[in-house]
């Protein structure tokens, strides 16, 4: 089966909207599912927008986020993820 390459703005979009749940392989070839957002109501605070913009747009292969589980900050590269579900409705 050929592997799905994700669209980075479409991901991010997804993430400030959503909680959305990302298989991928880390570096180290593990595999992890990560239930992720970038929706502001869920987010740490203060949280700078501004500063994620920049990232965003800084790091094209890279996607920073927040664990939900893990209550931190975490990243994937975009060219890894495997499967992505939206799970929003368990976070409403």
């Known amino acids: 089966m ?4 994700y669209n980075r703005d479409l ?3 997804e993430l400030r909207e959503n909680v ?4 991928f392989d880390k570096v180290n070839g593990e595999r992890r599912v990560m239930r992720c957002t970038l929706r502001e109501d869920l987010l740490p605070t203060p949280y700078n927008m501004e500063a994620d913009n ?3 747009r800084t790091n094209d292969k890279v996607i920073a986020c927040w664990d939900v589980h893990a209550k931190g900050w975490r990243s994937f590269r975009i060219e890894s993820v495997l499967y992505v579900q939206n799970i929003n409705e368990q976070y409403v």
């Open 2 to 5: 050929p592997k799905i390459e």
């Open 20 to 23: 959305i749940e990302v298989t």
């Open 54 to 56: 920049k990232f965003h």
């Open 11 to 13: 991901l991010l979009e």
